[in-house]
């Protein structure tokens, strides 16, 4: 069992920033990728941003040249800096993380809100 607890969701107006971080403990063993996924209101869940253990990034179209993943492998941390925010960001945030032979692991969420 993994454990990952997340944190810096809020509000912030358009044009704002925010930092989420992500931090996995317990029975890690070996993390493969990284990343947050995030659900708004009415919507599908969709991949925001991905990191592998090597450092290989993916994003979302909707996300590239605002959002910048990082991990720090040492501490089983991935943080999500999000910048020039929009309200259609407006949405639940997941972290997951992914374990050799092992299901996904997900976050609880920390909501993101970003006004107009």
């Known amino acids: 069992q993994v454990q990952l607890v997340e944190s810096g969701g809020g509000l912030v107006q358009a044009g704002g920033s925010l930092r989420l971080s992500c931090a996995a403990s317990?029975?890690?063993?070996?993390?493969?990728?990284m990343g947050w996924y995030r659900q708004g209101p009415g919507k599908q869940r969709e991949l925001v941003a991905g990191i592998t253990s090597g450092g290989s990034t993916n994003y979302a179209d909707s996300v590239k040249g605002r959002f910048t993943i990082s991990r720090d492998n040492a501490k089983n941390t991935v943080d999500l800096q999000m910048n020039s925010l929009k309200p259609e960001d407006t949405a639940v945030y997941y972290c997951?993380?992914?374990?050799?032979?092992?299901?996904?692991?997900w976050g609880q969420g920390t909501q993101v809100t970003v006004s107009s």
């Open positions: 317990g029975n890690i063993f070996t993390l493969l990728a």
């Open positions: 997951y993380v992914d374990r050799l032979g092992r299901a996904r692991s």
